[in-house]
C-alpha cells in the first residue's frame, strides 16, 4: 500500500480552501493540521471543508509534527521567504501559491534555499493544469503548429467588491505590481509555451491608481523576447470594466491555436478553426481552478522520486519576468537577462 502523505496548511484564507478540497479528494493525502495567526479564521475554514484536525499556535508548533510531509503555504506573499525557508529546513515538501517572492533577490534565496534542502516543491501557476492549456501544451509539442513564432496572453480582470478580502495586494507591500499580483499566470503560460529562457522585456504602464485605490499603475504590457526567436506580448489589466478575461494565443509555422481554436496545416482541408469543446481558464473565481489536477500531479512527483515541471526553480522563472517587467516600466528602457 502506498504511504498516506500528511498535510498542513499555513494560512487559510480564501485559496486555502481549494487547497484542502484537492487533498480531501486524493487517496494518498491527509490534513493534519492547519494554522492561522487568527485562530477564528482558521476554525472557520475547517468548518467550511468539513475537515476536522488540529489547529496549531504556530508554524513552528505544526513543523515539529513528524507525520506532517507537505506544507500548503497559502498566506499573504510578503511571509513566503521566512515560511518557504523555514519549511525547507524543516524537510518539509511544499504547495505553494504564487508569486514565490515578491522581489528578485528575495526569490532567489527562496529557490536556493529550497534546493539546499532537496525537497520537492510545486508553486500555483494552477492554470498549467487548466485543460485548455494543456491541449495548447501537447499541440506545441507534437508539432501540430510547428515553430513557434509568436507567443500572447493577457490577465484582464476588474476586481469588483466581492474581492474586497484582496484590498492587500492593491498595495505595494503586500501586491507590489499587477503582474507580481496575478497577471504572473499570464506571464506563466507564455513562458510554459515558449520553452525558451527570456533575452530581453519592455513595458509600459498607466491606469487610474487614486480611483481604483491602486499604490501602483493597475495596467502594464509587455513585449518580451525569447533566445530562442519568440516574440510574445502580455498585458495585466486591472483598471477596466469588462468581465474577467484570460486570452491565449500560440501562433507557428504550421499553425494556430487561440484560446480553444486550432487551425493547422495538419487538418488537411481545414477552412476554418477547428473549436474544442473544453474547459478555458475564463474565471478568476478560485474554485474554478483545476488544484486537484496540480496537487494528484505532485503527489505522483514525490511518490516517483522527480521534480515538477513548475517548481521553485521553475516558478522563479517566471518571477524573474515579472520583476524584468517591472523594471522596464519603471524606467521606461529595455531589460535584458539574466536581471542582476
Known sequence: MQKKFGVGIFGTGWVSGEHIKAYQKNPYTEVLGVYDISKENAEKKLKETNLDCQIYNSLDEMLKNKDIDIISVCAIPRTYKETVTACARAGKHMVCEKPVGL??????????????????????FVLRWNPTVEIAKNLVNDGTLGKLTYVGCDYIHHFTPEYKLLEWAKTKKDGVSSFTF?????????????????EEVFAWSNGNRAEQGYEYDPNITAIIKFKNGIIAKSS???????????????????????????????????????????????????????????????????????ESHCNIADASKTMELVFAIDKSAATGKAVKFPLE
Open 236 to 306: 495585466a489589466l486591472f483598471d477596466c470594466v469588462t468581465p474577467y478575461i484570460f486570452n491565449m494565443d500560440v501562433f507557428g509555422d504550421n499553425g494556430t491555436m487561440r484560446n480553444n481554436r486550432v487551425y493547422s496545416k495538419r487538418f488537411k482541408g481545414q477552412t476554418d478553426y477547428l473549436t474544442i469543446p473544453t474547459i478555458l481558464p475564463d474565471n478568476g473565481d478560485v474554485t474554478h481552478h483545476p488544484f486537484s489536477g496540480e496537487i494528484n500531479h505532485f503527489i505522483e512527483c514525490i511518490q516517483t522520486g522527480k
Open 103 to 124: 522581489a528578485w533577490e528575495e526569490t532567489k534565496t527562496i529557490r536556493d534555499e529550497v534546493k539546499k534542502a532537496g525537497v520537492k516543491t510545486v508553486v500555483s
Open 182 to 198: 496575478a497577471g504572473c499566470h499570464a506571464l506563466d503560460f507564455i513562458r510554459y509555451m515558449s520553452n525558451s529562457d527570456v
